[in-house]
T-cell receptor, first 114, second 115 residues
Framework: KNQVEQSPQSLIILEGKNCTLQCNYTVSPFSNLRWYKQDTGRGPVSLTIMTFSENTKSNGRYTATLDADTKQSSLHITASQLSDSASYICVVSASGGGADGLTFGKGTHLIIQP | DAGITQSPRHKVTETGTPVTLRCHQTENHRYMYWYRQDPGHGLRLIHYSYGVKDTDKGEVSDGYSVSRSKTEDFLLTLESATSSQTSVYFC??????????????FGPGTRLTVL
């Protein structure tokens, strides 16, 4: 069964610090991996999407990495801001999968303290 | 929220009553989806649509039905609501199938409580 595991479940850091969120997956055959940010009470918003051939992708202070050999991805947040407080969701797509070919992780809840 | 609205945004209902949630998009995207989000679970697909009157089941479709009579509207119906259907429901859209490289855009969500 396709699975996406995220760690840690929750994380508290001080404003200005860096942090890294992890995503491990067993989805096969792999097509692409996405990271979403979900603010409290809002819908998820896409941060990055990476295909098999991409190792790193940046979106401002967010940098995602992908190691397709070990089936791991990370999301690094640099110089955190209070507005980064949110849940971060990793989503992996299976190649050839239809609309239901997406496997969602449970998310990491990140709190930035002043 | 990428031209997606959901209504109502909050609803409290009683067990056994029918409930209909509406998703409206202004992006003219072909694919529309209904997900539910519960604590301890990732987003789970209920139903999706790949065109007007073209729909298919997702992972957790039991107890739900959908209809799409216009490109812009996708309705989710709980024929007889149960407490296990208390959840936050998200509508999403994409230009092509969700498992491709097109981004899925999510609506603001509907919080449904079934007493």
């Amino acid at each position: 069964k396709n699975q996406v595991e995220q760690s840690p479940q929750s994380l508290i850091i001080l404003e200005g610090k860096n942090c890294t969120l992890q995503c491990n997956y067993t989805v096969s055959p792999f097509s692409n991996l996405r990271w979403y940010k979900q603010d409290t009470g809002r819908g998820p918003v896409s941060l990055t999407i990476m295909t098999f051939s991409e190792n790193t992708k940046s979106n401002g202070r967010y940098t995602a990495t992908l190691d397709a050999d070990t089936k791991q991805s990370s999301l690094h947040i640099t110089a955190s801001q209070l507005s980064d407080s949110a849940s971060y969701i990793c989503v992996v797509s299976a190649s050839g999968g239809g609309a239901d070919g997406l496997t969602f992780g449970k998310g990491t809840h990140l709190i930035i303290q002043p | 929220d990428a031209g997606i609205t959901q209504s109502p945004r909050h609803k409290v209902t009683e067990t056994g009553t029918p409930v209909t949630l509406r998703c409206h998009q202004t992006e003219n995207h072909r694919y529309m989806y209904w997900y539910r989000q519960d604590p301890g679970h990732g987003l789970r697909l209920i139903h999706y649509s790949y065109g007007v009157k073209d729909t298919d089941k997702g992972e957790v479709s039991d107890g739900y039905s959908v209809s799409r009579s216009k490109t812009e509207d996708f309705l989710l119906t709980l024929e007889s609501a149960t407490s296990s259907q208390t959840s936050v429901y998200f509508c999403a859209i994409s230009e092509s199938r969700g498992a491709g490289t097109d981004t899925q855009y999510f609506g603001p969500g509907t919080r449904l409580t079934v007493l």
